[in-house]
């Protein structure tokens, strides 16, 4: 498990600089297994990154590694894209790194029908006028929810919230709160 400052969404790319021992053992103890590389992501919801003794979150993403550069001293450099989520059913010790034993965390079934473009649009549109350079992702098969609560520059806590619903039309309004607030703070900025 690898807790960060940051909610990982399923989609979302994450680019880590991993630098601390633990983190680094940990990224070889993935290196050494013959299986595809993948870790938590959960969200640090008090404390710091570095160091321990952080409150986590309970829900978080896997994150598959894409691309890994072994640096001269010892540092990783990651490319990493979020998949799917899990809910933390035990903390193990940290011994030597942040361990868990997680169960998948799965959609429930909705008759709900979602206008995800409108939503992602906003999303884009909403993050170029806070001054973000980004690209409509077109066709995508990642919920429509998590493709716009990872465009949209949202606080962690809203992502967080984004992430561990699993009613997809609550997770659409939720974004749709997100989206609000936000262009209620870019119309108060930009008058």
Known sequence: MFPLGLALLPGSVLPLH???????????DLLARDDEMAFGVVLIERGRESGGGETRSEVGTLAR???????????????????????????LPDDPYPVARVKPL???????????????????????????????????TICPTF??????????????RILR???PGERFAAVGNALDDLEAILRFSEG
């Not at 490319?79 to 035990?90: H, P, S």
């Open 18 to 28: 991993v630098f601390e021992l633990r983190y680094r053992r940990m990224i070889g």
């Open 65 to 91: 590694v894409l691309d890994l550069r072994v640096l001269e001293d010892g540092r990783y450099t990651l490319l990493t894209v979020g998949t799917d989520r899990f809910e933390v059913a035990e903390w």
């Open 106 to 140: 799965v959609d429930v079934t909705s008759d709900t029908t979602l206008d995800g473009e409108t939503l992602i649009g906003r999303a884009v549109d909403l993050a170029r006028r806070a001054g973000h350079d980004v690209e409509h992702p077109g066709e995508t």
């Open 147 to 160: 493709v716009a609560g990872a465009i949209a520059p949202i606080s962690e806590v809203d992502r967080q």
């Open 165 to 167: 619903l699993t009613d």
